[in-house]
Each structure stands twice: as structure tokens, then as C-alpha cells.
């Protein structure tokens, strides 16, 4: 049974467009589209969603590039050329099975047996098997030996016999032919000798030297690239119905940050780079790693776009189109507590809350709506829902592949407000790159970083030193301010901010406080009045949005909102009593603690955080 697919309406839109063709006409130099996203983003989920809708109506290959590249070591590019032929030549409607006869005589040529001391009798060697039409049954024999390999590189299609040889039925057209006409190279083999850009080369000597290089670790494996691309071409334009064909092939390659994805994405944007477009669209996803080895030359040809982009999305300047996976909104999250088959209103307050917890996170808020679905209820407390078991299965889930003790590491880092702050917390000379989603733009808490806080908190002696070295070492007041309240010294803190509120506008004051408080709360063993004085408003202020800043804030909010309210209330008499923005805030948390003390949380969640 396949499971409901969730948001990401925007990338399968962006796909759809780069698939778009005019039918009949050149093909343009087409950019890739690189997904990025941390671990259990869905990057994994897109692709499978993407594979499954061209399914019989376009032709479409998947590869599992880190799959392949640990369960095979070294793959050599027949194997992953064969994977994409195999995969692409499938039937579809209108397009019926695309050949690959140019790949096809590069592969089998790798395979003869040819006189390696005399070229010249190489030479002849090949003219006789030209001259005697292998059969087929030998060409599928060679073939099927490539594909078995191929389809097992987390290809997800069957492997088995049966299926290797459909697939091979599939890619191979008539022996007789295109191996050749008459002892002499025909169409399909003759192109080695001009391989579409005017060579004049002799295809028979070419085919000689194919079968030399295969015995060099990467021989030949520009022209196999080559050779794949010029018969995807060749299939739209000579074709029977390839003028009606108006969407581009699919390739997906999963985990393209690895040597294996590199040498694959080498392959096949060869030719682009040098102007040539092709009738394939390539989507490739990457934790992050893969755009950052780029050259710098590279990264000029790099475009970052949104989910909304319009306007055209290839031209002759852009080699790659990075997409930035978003986590879901809270309407998502809601559009997926609603199929739980609660009330309308528990579905509206359980996603809230799920939103919360796991910030939007994809792969995180999963497993946390199968632990509430587990529940059958729509009434949770979030320190209920998200158990110890809970938070390991999620931690692990997050930091897969990450060794145990690089995830210390990055506990004791998770201190800092971002990865600069990480950064001063770590040891090491040459540190691994932080992973992606630890610390994001836009929110002061990602679910991985939660996780890591709530871990360092069970160790009240390393969160004191975390918390203490940085705010030792702050370079602006709300950094100081900031770990000082994450080591509750919530008075020394309120002390602080009173008499700025004497220095600086209303406006700055507001902004440094909504910075200061989104420290994370410590543990009860640090709690500790600090020194100073303020007036008991200020400190009920910070302490309140503190708490409520807190993803672990219960059903107690309506009350904790009302105590905001009323805090704003004092600073705007404490002020003079003329400022709209107070009063905004005053309304807002009014606003909000009515809601949630009705139970009803059907409005925006970031309402909260505005």
C-alpha cells in the first residue's frame, strides 16, 4: 500500500516544467535540479512520488547512488549506464520503448576478444564481427550480464532473471539492422566515427580503441556517456510519434553527494556544458555536500530558486538549479492530522501542536503524527507525546550516518544560537560540516536542535559550561543576555534590560528582547535569581515568552498568554502609554489567550512567534 504523499506541490511543479518540451523541436541546454535538504527531509519521498507518476506515461529511471556505492565499492559506467537504459527503455504510453543501439555497440565492444599487440589485426577483427550480424540471442547475453549488475545499483527494479530478460528485449532492436550493412559499420556503428560532431574519425578504429580503454580503471567512459545522450535524441527525433512526445525522459538520482553521484552527474552533463541540450530532465537530491565541492567557476553557474519561481527556468548561464526543501507549513501538517480520522477540531489542534514540536520538519513530524495516530486522540500534551523512546527514535533518525561521537559533538554545540556560535563550542582542527537543519534562518529552534538541547539538558555540568563560554565570549549584548538566561539568571537578565529600556528606542528594545528571549530553557538544577534588580513586570515578561518560546509549552499556553498580556500591559503604562506596536502585542497575546483557553487552535501558529 503506498503511502499519502504531503505538500511539496511546488518542486513537482518545478520538475514538470523542466520536463516541458516542444515537441519536434531542439532540445535546449536543460540545468539540473539539485534538492537539497538534511536528513528524513523527504528528498527520498519526492523522487519515489516523482518515479511513480511518470510510471507508464514518460520514460523514467531512479538510482539509489549511496545504496549502489555501498553495497558494490567500485562501479564502473557500463554498469550505471546500463541501470538508466534499462530503466528508461521501459514501454510507456506514446512513447513506447526508446533504444539505446549506439550504447549498445559501445558496451559489446568493450567485450570482444581483440588482438592486443596488432591494431591492424584488431582492426580486421572488428570488420568480421560486423560482417556476422551477432545473433541475438549473443548480444542479449552480453547485455544481460551488464544489466544484472546495473539494476542492482538501488535501481528499485527487480533484478531477477525474468526481468533482465525483458529489459534486454527492450534495448535491443534487430541485430542485423545497426551492427552493419554488408561488413562495413551502419548507422548505429558508424556513428563511433563522427560521434554528432564531425570527428572524420574511422568508426572501426574507434571501436578498437573502446575495447583498449575498457581495460583502463575510467577508459571510455566519456564516449559511452556520449553515446547514451545521442540515442535519447536520436529516439525524439526520428521516432514514429516522437512529434507528439512533449515531456523530456526523467532520471533521479538519490544521494548524488557522493563519488558515484559525481560520476554520473559528470556523465551526464558532459555535453551541456558545452551548449548541447539533450531530451532529459535530471533531478538530483543532496544533503548539502555536493554543491559545496563545487568549483568556483561551478557555483557561478549555480541558481538558487523558490518554490513560486516564474519565468524561465533554463538558459545557457545555468548549469544547476538548487532547490532548498522548506519544511511543511502548518496547513500541511493539519491537511495530514485531518485523514486521522478525528474531529475537526482535534485534527486543527493536534497539528498545531505538531507543527510546534517539529517545526515543520518532514521526516520528523512522520514519526511523530504515527505516535499520535497510535493514541487514537486529538487531545496531547507534548511532553506526553514526545516520550524518551520518542525523542531517541528521532535523534537517530535525524543524525543517520552520523557517528556517535560526532553526535556528541554536536550536542554540546547545539548551545550556540547559530553555526558561528557551534563553531567556538568545537575541538576539533578540521571539523566535519554541521548537518543540514541543525540551525535554520527564520526560526530559533529546528527539531534536530530541540532534540540536541533537550539531550545536553540531562547533563546540567556540560549545558553550564556551553552557556557560560559563549557568554563569555559574546560580542553584542543580546548574545550575552541570551546564554545568560539559558543559565536562569533570569533576574541579572531582567536587571539588564530595564536599564537599557532607559537607553534605547521603544522599537530596539523590543527586538533585543524578542532575540534575548528565545533562549532555551535549562535545566531545573541551574535555575538561579542572578543578581540585580527590576521591576516584577520586566521579569514576568521574560520569563513568560521564554516559557512560551519553549516547543515543550503545554495546554497551560491560554494562561501563560494572558500573563504576557498583562506584562505588556504594565511596560506600556511604564512607558507613557504610546506605543502601537505595545498595543499590538497586547491585543495579539489577548487575542491568543482566548483561543487557547476555549481549546480552539484553529488560527496561524506563527501567529505566536510574530
Known amino acids: 500500500m503506498t503511502e499519502p504523499f504531503y505538500g511539496r506541490k511546488p518542486e513537482i511543479g518545478l520538475v514538470r516544467r523542466l520536463m516541458l518540451r516542444d515537441a519536434g523541436a531542439d532540445d535546449p541546454p536543460r540545468p539540473v535540479l539539485v534538492v537539497e535538504g538534511g536528513a528524513a527531509t523527504g528528498k527520498t519521498v519526492l523522487l519515489h ?19 549502489a556505492e555501498e553495497a558494490s565499492g567500485h562501479v564502473d559506467t557500463p554498469e550505471l549506464l546500463a541501470a538508466l537504459a534499462f530503466q528508461l527503455a521501459r514501454h510507456c504510453r506514446l512513447y513506447g520503448s526508446l533504444r539505446f543501439n549506439r550504447l549498445v555497440i559501445g558496451l559489446l565492444a568493450r567485450r570482444w576478444e581483440l588482438d592486443r599487440l596488432d591494431r591492424k589485426r584488431a582492426q580486421a577483427q572488428v570488420r568480421e564481427l560486423l560482417r556476422e550480424r551477432l545473433p541475438l540471442s549473443t ?17 528499485g527494479v527487480d533484478a531477477g532473471q525474468g526481468a533482465i530478460g525483458a529489459a534486454v528485449d527492450l534495448v535491443v532492436d534487430k541485430a542485423a539492422s545497426w551492427i552493419s550493412t554488408r561488413g562495413r559499420p551502419g548507422r548505429f556503428a558508424g556513428w563511433y566515427g563522427h560521434q554528432d560532431a564531425e570527428l572524420g574519425l574511422d568508426p572501426v578504429d574507434e571501436l578498437v580503441e573502446l575495447n583498449r580503454s575498457a581495460r583502463a580503471l575510467g577508459g571510455g567512459e566519456e564516449v559511452l556517456w556520449t553515446a547514451f545522450l545521442a540515442d535519447l535524441r536520436d529516439n525524439f527525433r526520428t521516432a514514429r510519434r516522437a512529434g507528439e512526445w512533449s515531456m523530456n525522459c526523467l532520471v533521479l538520482l538519490d544521494n548524488a553527494d557522493t563519488e558515484l553521484g559525481r560520476v554520473v552527474l559528470r556523465g551526464l552533463t558532459g555535453k551541456r556544458r558545452l551548449g548541447v541540450g539533450d531530451p532529459l530532465t535530471v533531478v538530483a537530491t543532496t544533503r548539502g555536500d555536493f554543491l559545496a565541492e563545487l568549483s568556483n567557476a561551478e557555483r557561478a ?19 544547476w538549479l538548487l532547490r532548498r526543501l522548506p519544511p511543511f507549513t502548518v ?37 511523530l503524527l504515527d505516535a499520535a495516530a497510535a493514541e487514537r486522540s486529538g487531545t496531547f500534551e507534548p511532553a506526553e507525546l514526545l516520550t524518551p523512546r520518542l525523542e531517541d527514535v528521532l535523534r537517530d533518525r535525524l543524525l543517520a550516518g552520523v557517528p556517535e561521537a560526532e553526535a556528541e559533538s554536536l550536542t554540546f554545540c547545539a548551545a550556540g544560537r547559530d553555526p558561528s556560535e557551534g563553531l567556538r563550542l568545537r575541538e576539533e582542527v578540521r571539523p566535519e560540516p554541521f548537518p543540514v537543519g541543525l540551525w535554520e534562518p527564520g526560526t530559533h529552534t529546528t527539531l534536530l536542535r ?13 549545558w553550564r559550561t556551553a552557556h557560560e563560554r559563549l557568554r563569555k565570549d559574546a560580542t553584542d549584548i543580546e548574545a550575552e543576555l541570551y546564554h545568560s538566561l539559558a543559565l536562569g539568571k533570569v533576574t541579572a537578565v531582567a536587571s539588564v534590560l530595564t536599564k537599557q529600556l532607559t537607553e534605547e528606542s521603544l522599537a ?33 515578561l521574560i520569563s513568560a515568552l521564554q516559557e512560551a518560546a519553549d516547543p515543550m509549552c503545554g495546554a497551560d499556553r491560554g494562561w501563560l498568554y494572558a500573563r504576557i498580556a498583562e506584562a505588556y500591559r504594565d511596560l506600556f503604562r511604564h512607558t507613557g502609554g504610546r506605543s502601537d506596536e505595545l498595543l499590538d502585542r497586547i491585543r495579539r497575546y489577548d487575542r491568543l489567550s482566548t483561543l487557547w483557553r476555549r481549546g480552539s487552535h484553529e488560527f496561524d501558529v506563527l501567529e505566536e512567534t510574530q
Open 49 to 67: 512520488e516523482l518515479l511513480r507518476r511518470c510510471a507508464g506515461t514518460v520514460p523514467c529511471a531512479y538510482l539509489d547512488l549511496a545504496s
Open 139 to 155: 548480444v542479449k547475453k552480453v547485455l544481460a550480464d551488464l544489466a544484472r549488475d546495473g539494476l542492482r545499483l538501488g535501481a
Open 301 to 319: 553557474k549555480v541558481r538558487q530558486v523558490s518554490g513560486g519561481e516564474q519565468g524561465e527556468l533554463s538558459d545557457r548561464e545555468t548549469l
Open 331 to 367: 496547513e500541511e501538517i493539519r491537511e495530514m492530522t485531518r485523514r486521522l480520522g478525528i474531529s475537526e477540531r482535534d485534527a486543527l489542534n493536534l497539528g498545531t501542536l505538531l507543527y510546534r514540536l517539529g517545526r515543520g520538519h518532514p521526516g520528523g513530524t512522520k514519526i
Open 450 to 462: 530541540m532534540l540536541l538541547l533537550r539531550r545536553l539538558a540531562r547533563r546540567p555540568g556540560d
Open 508 to 540: 530596539n528594545w523590543l527586538t533585543l528582547l524578542d532575540g534575548v528571549v528565545t533562549a532555551p530553557r535549562p535545566p531545573a538544577p541551574l535555575l538561579e535569581a542572578g543578581e540585580g534588580s527590576a521591576p516584577a513586570f520586566v521579569e514576568a
